[in-house]
């Protein structure tokens, strides 16, 4: 089956630093998706981004389908953006998401 | 519009008995998937059902079965517990149509806790 890669696997960072998180998947996907989960569990979607690049307010995202990466952007970072971001792909187009081991970010006041 | 609920939110139960997880939907959607959460597998997909079909099914055994009902409510089933399966589990719902909908909408899950 497919299989996702996110790295890095944790990352701290000072209140108004940016980051890059990356996601790599081993096979051409119908779907992907970037969810941050805060530290109740709850998993709130980012972006649906098959592929090209979005952006919403302080994130972005862009993916290369044909190479096979998505990245996410973080700008000045907040502490609100602390939790485990997830990528999450589907090869099938019925829904079948297969999620990334995801990155936990700890952002710093 | 209201968001995904699930119910129970928290759940203890002890081995070998059976367990049953309610999932309501966005309004107008029709897809509903269910996932569980580990510290150790992290999020892996346990299977999703469109009109009161299932479309996909995880590896997972026998013991986790669901359903979808037509207001597109869903429930999930797990019978014979073990202590392994303790998680959170999670459901989420899609609208059906354009690609560019294709959407996942969590609930704030179910934490299961088999002793």
């Known amino acids: 089956g497919i299989q996702v890669e996110q790295s890095p696997p944790d990352l701290i960072l000072q209140e108004g630093a940016n980051s890059t998180l990356r996601c790599n998947f081993s096979?051409?996907?119908?779907?992907l998706q970037w969810f941050h989960q805060n530290p109740w569990g709850q998993l709130i979607n980012l972006f649906y981004i098959p592929s090209g690049t979005k952006q919403n307010g302080r994130l972005s995202a862009t993916t290369v389908a044909t190479e096979r990466y998505s990245l996410l952007y973080i700008s000045s970072s907040q502490t609100t953006d602390s939790g485990v971001y997830f990528c999450a792909v589907d090869a099938s187009g019925t829904y079948k998401y297969i999620f990334g081991t995801g990155t936990r970010l700890k952002v710093l006041a | 519009k209201a968001g995904v609920t699930q119910t129970p939110r928290y759940l203890i139960k002890t081995r070998g008995q059976q367990v049953t997880l309610s999932c309501s939907p966005i309004?107008?959607?029709?897809?509903v998937s269910w996932y569980q959460q580990t510290p150790g597998q992290g999020l892996q997909f346990l299977f999703e059902y469109f009109s009161e079909t299932q479309r996909n099914k995880g590896n997972f055994p026998g013991r986790f079965s669901g359903r979808q009902f037509s207001n597109s409510r869903s429930e999930m089933n797990v019978s014979t517990l073990e202590l392994g399966d303790s998680a959170l589990y999670l459901c989420?719902?899609?609208?059906?149509?354009?690609?560019?909908?294709?959407?996942?909408?969590f609930g704030p899950g179910t934490r299961l806790l088999v002793l």
């Open positions: 989420a719902s899609s609208p059906h149509g354009r690609a560019e909908i294709k959407t996942q909408y």
């Open positions: 096979d051409s996907v119908n779907n």
């Open positions: 309004s107008g959607h029709r897809s």
